[in-house]
């Protein structure tokens, strides 16, 4: 993993296309900006796991709705 220090109003890029501006700083909250192009999606890690986990049951009970279908 990466470490870098950012103070509030310093940014980092990402892949040319991608940047993260500190916005704020309360505490132990950081408030960010990301500036992405449309097609690139950002989500909270929580939501993201959630999404994938999801995903994987579904493919889960899709392979198993394949399998009773050949017995």
Request: avoid cysteine; aromatic fraction near 4%; glycine fraction near 4%.
């Amino acid at each position: 993993m990466l470490t870098l220090s950012r103070k509030k109003g310093e940014s980092l890029v990402i892949n040319n296309n991608i940047e993260i501006t500190v916005l704020d700083i309360r505490g132990d909250q950081i408030k960010i900006g990301i500036s992405a192009p449309k097609e690139v999606p950002i989500y909270r890690k929580e939501i993201y796991l959630e999404i994938q986990k999801t995903n994987s049951e579904s493919v889960e009970a899709t392979q198993m709705d394949e399998l009773k279908k050949l017995f």
